[in-house]
C-alpha cells in the first residue's frame, strides 16, 4: 500500500516561510493527482493546493500568490512552500493523493497523517 509522510512542522512569525515535503513510497505522481490539505482548529478541512499529474496547478483563494506547490518526480516527494504566511494559515497540514476530481475536491483515498504548522502574530 502507498504511504505518505509528510514533513516540515514548525512554528513560524507571520509573515515568515516555511517549506512542507511529502515522499511517497511508490512513484504515483504520473498517475495521480496530489495536493495538500489543511485543518484548522474547529474548522472542516479545506483543499489548499492541487498539482495534476499533467503538471496543472490549483490554489485555494486565500493562498493565492503566497503557496506554490510542487514536486520531484525524481525523489516521489510533493513540496508545499508556503510564504507570508499569516496566523490563519495555521492548522494541521496533510498530504492527498488520488483522481484530480476527488483532490480537487472532498479529497483521494491516500492521507498522510498530517504535519502541523503554527504562525504566531
Known amino acids: 500500500q502507498v504511504q505518505l509522510v509528510e514533513s516540515g512542522r514548525g512554528l513560524v512569525q507571520a509573515g515568515g516561510s516555511l517549506r512542507l515535503s511529502c515522499a511517497s513510497s511508490?512513484?504515483?505522481?504520473?498517475?495521480?493527482?496530489m495536493g495538500w490539505y489543511r485543518q484548522a482548529p474547529g474548522k472542516q478541512r479545506e483543499v489548499v493546493a492541487v498539482?495534476?499529474?499533467?503538471?496543472?496547478?490549483n490554489y485555494a483563494n486565500s493562498v493565492k500568490g503566497r503557496f506554490t506547490i510542487s514536486s520531484d518526480t525524481a525523489k516521489n516527494t510533493l513540496y508545499l512552500q508556503m510564504n507570508s504566511l499569516k496566523p490563519e494559515d495555521t492548522g494541521v497540514y496533510y498530504c492527498?493523493?488520488?483522481?484530480?476530481?476527488?483532490?480537487?475536491?472532498?479529497?483521494?483515498?491516500?492521507w498522510g497523517q498530517g504535519t502541523q504548522v503554527t504562525i504566531s502574530s
Open positions: 511508490e512513484s504515483i505522481l504520473s498517475t495521480s493527482a
Open positions: 492527498n493523493a488520488g483522481p484530480t476530481f476527488r483532490v480537487l475536491s472532498t479529497g483521494g483515498d491516500l
Open positions: 498539482l495534476t499529474r499533467n503538471g496543472v496547478t
